[in-house]
């Protein structure tokens, strides 16, 4: 583990941690707000793109997971009294079975059918969700009362702030540890082709489960983090919606890639924000824009915006290689050759 | 005993209008491999030009009908010739796919946004009847004279295609293009035509089934995601790469949908489309009329 995290990472993320808990107090609530939802889409984009962008599986089913972790943080501290310390670990495990307990009949589908069978597999537990009356309020929804961190308590968005840059900055470092170890080259050579991975001697199934249990906890624990910073929650929250929101995300962005995710989340996180800012007339004008917006991306940009700016970074460079020609032409990153 | 008729005859009469869509995905897919998310929208754009037609502009029936299949068989053709093709020629082909299921869901983001747009969507619309008349009593089944229309329709739209894919040199070019696409080409099928008017065609089809939908349900710009849920129920029920099984599917999971509302209850037709798309891709992916599952060759 050591060898991949450098000083670097760490001394930045201690920075990083530092900053926010002085940005916390004196910053406007509103763009704490933001931030803290910003970052629980970063989790759950990144979860996401472990499973689209580096395993290949076009697979739908993150509302579900995401729903776990909050509706589970939520209910095990409103009915068990169970801390949050305990209870969002425990969440985002459930979550995890869970996405191992999709996997085991995912494995065997195909891309199309995969996504539409994990999409049903989503609504299915929207449908629980609002069904479930008496454990979840059904379509109400139920109020999650503010959390105690030991002893401190959150109680809005300016002390849950700290609290989530932390617990991303965890997340973070795990997405990077896992995305330069031998599993993700696994990952990626079963995205290229799963025959040639196999008669390589990938397990495919294994590697399969695994990034399917992997994306779920990261949904789950986004789901704790979304209980953390909200007071009131709904089974509308974990539709088809939110997938297409997350699943744009790591697609604008550029998927297979921390950056290009991260990237993604910032710009259709911050859409709605700045399409408010305009002209009030601009309102109705939101779904259109969001559509062409999908659709520019997928016609100019299909390996998101990332894909475009490592692709000027590649022209502009002005390093030789053995032929003569740029070095850039020549370089495969693992990512997205 | 009445009551489960009465079910079967409605599940009927929904499914023959869920199977309208599912062909219009299947045949999206049979030529181009894409999976138009957007399926349901077209179907919503469909229903909204056909209001706009008979208020607006206060055409008969008929003609709205007509308006729409033409309108949206010009958008169609209009979203793979402008958008799609570019698509596909951004990305190499292995990971093509995603980007084009994206690119439909933007469709129908652009849709409903378009849609939106308008005030008049607003509230809640509903086509009017096709013409008023007393309902038709079949033993204790009671058929509203539109259920049957709609039927009628579909049943008319089923055999034209029928005609057209068997026996028509376009459609037979069609079949060919969506078995083998480089064969296809090999023998002088211009494919890049053919999807083109698969598209046409399968957005025409959707508008059609747009338009009887909002004959009997109300319409809001919103109702194309439920749609498209059945529609893909229904077509993964009868093997998404079969056109007959289409037809079948989307009847059975009418069918299905009322009886599960009639014996459980009516909370648990929402939940029915699901478990139905779960169950089947699980344990017979390929539907009841997809052949054998087989690796494609590389």
Same mark, same amino acid.
């Given at each position: 583990m050591v060898g991949s995290l450098s000083l670097r990472i760490v001394v930045g993320s201690a920075l990083a941690l530092a900053l926010s808990l002085v940005i916390a107090p004196v910053a406007p609530e509103y763009y704490l707000h933001l931030a803290n939802n910003l970052i629980i889409f970063a989790v759950l984009a990144l979860g996401l793109d472990l499973l689209m962008g580096w395993a290949g599986q076009f697979a739908l089913a993150h509302p579900a997971f995401f729903a776990i972790g909050c509706y589970g943080t939520a209910l095990l501290n409103l009915k068990l009294g169970v801390p949050f310390v305990i209870a969002m670990p425990v969440s985002a495990v459930l979550a995890g079975l869970l996405g191992l307990l999709v996997g085991i009949p995912a494995t065997r589908m195909r891309n199309i059918y995969l996504s539409l069978a994990t999409f049903a597999f989503a609504e299915s537990m929207r449908w629980v969700l609002n069904s479930w009356d008496s454990l979840t +309020? +059904?379509?109400n929804g139920i109020r999650i009362s503010p959390f105690n961190l030991f002893g401190y308590g959150i109680i809005n968005d300016i002390d849950a702030f700290p609290v989530i840059v932390l617990l991303f900055l965890m997340i973070l470092a795990a997405t990077i540890y896992l995305t330069t170890s031998r599993f993700s080259r696994e990952m990626l050579a079963i995205r290229e082709s799963e025959h040639v991975a196999l008669a390589s001697g990938v397990d495919v199934t294994q590697v399969k489960l695994k990034v399917f249990a992997i994306s779920a906890v990261y949904a789950g624990l986004a789901g704790g983090m979304f209980a953390l910073t909200h007071s009131f929650t709904n089974?509308?929250?974990?539709g088809f919606a939110t997938s297409i929101v997350v699943l744009s995300m790591i697609v604008v962005g550029g998927m297979g890639s921390i950056a290009g995710v991260l990237i993604g989340v910032v710009i259709i996180g911050l859409l709605p924000e700045v399409l408010r800012g305009a002209l009030k007339s601009i309102q109705i004008w939101q779904e259109l824009i969001y559509g062409v917006i999908l659709i520019a991306a997928m016609m100019f940009a299909p390996k998101g915006v990332w894909g475009v700016l490592r692709e000027l970074w590649l022209k502009t460079s002005r390093t030789t290689g053995d032929l003569g020609k740029p070095a850039g032409q020549f370089e495969q990153d693992g990512a997205n050759p | 005993m009445d009551a489960l008729l009465q079910s079967v005859a409605s599940g009927v009469v929904t499914g023959s209008i869920y199977a309208l869509v599912a062909l219009s995905l299947v045949i999206i897919f049979k030529s181009t491999e894409v999976v138009n998310f957007g399926g349901g929208d077209v179907a919503m754009v469909g229903a909204y030009v056909g209001l706009f037609a008979i208020v607006f502009l206060e055409l008969p029936y008929p003609y709205a009908f007509a308006l729409a299949a033409v309108g949206l068989f010009v958008m169609g053709i209009a979203f793979e010739w402008g958008v799609l093709r570019t698509v596909v020629g951004g990305v190499d082909p292995s990971r093509v796919l995603i980007s084009l299921v994206i690119a439909t869901l933007g469709l129908s983001y652009v849709l409903r946004g378009a849609v939106r747009l308008f005030n008049y969507t607003d509230e809640v619309r509903r086509l009017p009847t096709f013409f008023r008349a007393p309902p038709i009593f079949l033993g204790p089944v009671i058929l509203q004279y539109q259920d049957i229309i709609i039927v009628g329709i579909s049943c008319a739209l089923m055999a034209i295609l029928y005609v057209f894919f068997q026996h028509t040199l376009f459609g037979k070019g069609l079949r060919a293009t969506s078995m083998n696409a480089k064969a296809a080409q090999l023998i002088g099928i211009p494919t890049g035509a053919m999807r083109l008017f698969a598209w046409g065609i399968a957005c025409a089809l959707a508008a059609i089934a747009g338009v009887l939908i909002g004959s009997k349900l109300p319409m809001t710009p919103d109702f194309g995601s439920q749609v498209v849920l059945l529609a893909f129920a229904a077509a993964i029920i009868g093997g998404f790469s079969s056109l007959p099984g289409c037809i079948v599917g989307g009847i059975l999971l009418g069918v299905v949908q009322n009886l599960v509302g009639l014996f459980v209850s009516s909370s648990a037709t929402a939940l029915a489309p699901f478990l139905v798309i779960m169950v089947v891709l699980i344990v017979r992916p390929q539907g009841l009329f997809g052949g054998r599952v087989a690796i494609k060759k590389v």
């Open positions: +309020g +059904g379509p089974p509308d929250q974990f | -």
